[in-house]
């Protein structure tokens, strides 16, 4: 396996690119994923007056803080990254601007998915991914961590789920080089059991699977 281009994320002008499609996705149509997300959470009874923790794991500028907070003002929402430059960008546009309309709970770290273990994640009650699985070339390993992490409910996003091996490829995204990772459809699906999960939805869409689990009481 190669880890040759792993910290090619690592670079602020692709966070600059990323926030700037974001802001032009905040402000006109939603994403296909955007929409999955918020239709899992009504499915798990998240209500807007609620103030549940969530979890969001590889958070880029973390602009699905800003959307969940337009549906979940009291929602704690917390974005970690490996990348200090993708926090830096998210800290200097969002920071402020919560403050302002009252949303104070914003914190942001720089940390990989590999720094977190299950008494860490024991406060919240939502663990999101979206984008980080299916960028890594371990990505497999990636998803089974997280499971581990044992958080009541998993919102896992833009997986590409195949019939045939799990791999990766390397491709150019943003200027940089990055992994693609496609998941072998089964093996999820024995990791989701494994960990103690159901699957409760599986949205399709052309940017990838959203899984819906939630931990078996
Ligand atoms: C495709 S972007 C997705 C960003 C955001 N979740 C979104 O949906 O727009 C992948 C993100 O994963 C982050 N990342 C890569 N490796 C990571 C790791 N080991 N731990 C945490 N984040 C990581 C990258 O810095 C990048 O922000």
Partial sequence: MSFEHIDSWKNRAVFVQQLERNILELNGVYPDHWKALL???ALVGCKPDE???FADMGCGVAAVGELLHRYYPKMHYHGYDYAKEAIDIAKEQWGDYWSTKGKLDRLYSHASYKDFDDEDMGTFDILHQAGLCCILPNGD???????????PIVISQK???IDGESHYDVYDHYDIKIYEYHH???GIYDM???HGYTMDKNISSPVGTT???KKNV
Avoid: G, P
């Fill in 51 to 53: 103030n549940f923790t």
């Fill in 184 to 186: 072998n459809r089964q």
């Fill in 211 to 213: 899984l819906l689990l």
């Fill in 39 to 41: 239709a899992c959470l």
């Fill in 192 to 194: 989701i059991e494994k």
């Fill in 159 to 161: 997986m590409n789920l």
């Fill in 141 to 151: 390993e990636c998803f089974d961590h997280l499971l581990s992490l044992q958080v």
